[in-house]
Nanobody, 124 residues
Framework: QVQLVESGGGLVQAGGSLRLSCAASGRTFSSYGMGWFRQAPGKEREFVAAINWSGISTNYADSVKGRFTISRDNAKNTVYLQMTSLKPEDTAVYYC?????????????????WGQGTQVTVSS
């Protein structure tokens, strides 16, 4: 089992930037992929980005490509989501997730552990 703690959320104006962090503990961090999902009010949780165990392979939702960057530091057991050019439609609770395997999964079923979430609010 993996324990995940997100941080870095907050309120930002449209066009601004935020960096989310997710600290992991439990299983060997470099043995599994990581991902970020988000859930806006009244909507289902959706995939945002994922990264494989080494950090070489990444995947992004079309809605965030070119604006968000996922990365990881295996020495610090931490995964990051750098968000730029933020839009009001990016407003959501962002969740960090630990994959079941070393690859970068893109669906919720590929992840076995979830953080509590961090709120990101983008004002227009």
């Amino acid at each position: 089992q993996v324990q995940l703690v997100e941080s870095g959320g907050g309120l930002v104006q449209a066009g601004g930037s935020l960096r989310l962090s997710c600290a992991a503990s439990g299983r060997t961090f470099s043995s599994y992929g990581m991902g970020w999902f988000r859930q806006a009010p009244g909507k289902e949780r959706e995939f945002v980005a994922a990264i494989n165990w080494s950090g070489i392979s990444t995947n992004y939702a079309d809605s965030v490509k070119g604006r968000f960057t996922i990365s990881r530091d295996n020495a610090k057991n931490t995964v990051y989501l750098q968000m730029t050019s933020l839009k009001p439609e990016d407003t959501a609770v962002y969740y960090c997730a630990a994959g079941r395997r070393p690859n970068s999964a893109t669906t919720a079923g590929g992840f076995g552990s979830w953080g509590q979430g961090t709120q990101v609010t983008v004002s227009s």
